[in-house]
């Protein structure tokens, strides 16, 4: 016996505003044979956005709690071999 697939999905309430989604689990991803543990996240805000508002600002705070939880999530070995680079702002 074998099990291929298992999921599990989380839903943390960030803020009044914000969400996180995360599923993880089990899974098959095309061409590769063995099963992997697959990490997904989403993370939406359901506030409106001021007209005046900067998007990338508005787009980095939805992405900020992303990044904390996959940098938990992994080891430093496993960081450290996709060789990460800070992102600049343009």
Known sequence: ????????????????????????????????????FVID????????????????ARLDALHEPVSRYFRWAITDRLHNAMAPEKLEAS
Request: no cysteine.
């Open 41 to 56: 996240t989403d993370t939406f805000s359901t506030g409106e956005a001021e007209p005046d508002e900067a998007l990338v």
């Open 1 to 36: 016996m074998k099990v291929t697939q298992t999921n599990q999905q989380s839903e943390i309430q960030l803020d009044a505003e914000t969400t996180m989604v995360i599923r993880t689990g089990l899974g098959l991803v095309d061409g590769i044979k063995d099963e992997l």
